[in-house]
């Protein structure tokens, strides 16, 4: 069994930064993809970054250039710098990962999420 638990959201005015983690920690050989999904109120759930064991990572559309995913394999930690925030940014942030693919709708492992929220 695997816990992901996220850290480092909170409410940011519009601009700023943020940087969320989320470490995965249990009874696991390994994690292949990690990757940061989100849900806004009366949306559905999104996709926002994913980062594959190989070292690729890929966006949604609305947050590229101002997103980054990056990963620390040896802690197991996944993080998400999100930088120019957007009112539009404001979600639930759930970390999510998998132990054998690294296709990020393919993911079994979910975080209890973290509340990003930012002002205009």
């Known amino acids: 069994q695997v816990q992901l638990v996220e850290s480092g959201g909170g409410l940011v005015q519009a601009g700023g930064s943020l940087r969320l983690s989320c470490a995965a920690s249990g009874r696991f050989f390994s994690i292949k993809g990690m990757g940061w999904y989100r849900q806004a109120p009366a949306k559905q759930r999104e996709l926002v970054a994913a980062s594959g064991s190989g070292g690729m990572s890929n966006y949604a559309d609305s947050v590229k250039g101002r997103f980054t995913i990056s990963r620390d394999n040896a802690k197991n930690t996944v993080y998400l710098q999100m930088n120019s925030l957007k009112p539009e940014d404001t979600a639930v942030y759930y970390c999510?990962?998998?132990?054998?693919?690294?296709?990020?709708?393919?993911?079994?492992?979910w975080g209890q999420g973290t509340q990003v929220t930012v002002s205009s």
């Open positions: 999510a990962a998998s132990g054998n693919s690294d296709t990020p709708y393919e993911y079994d492992y």
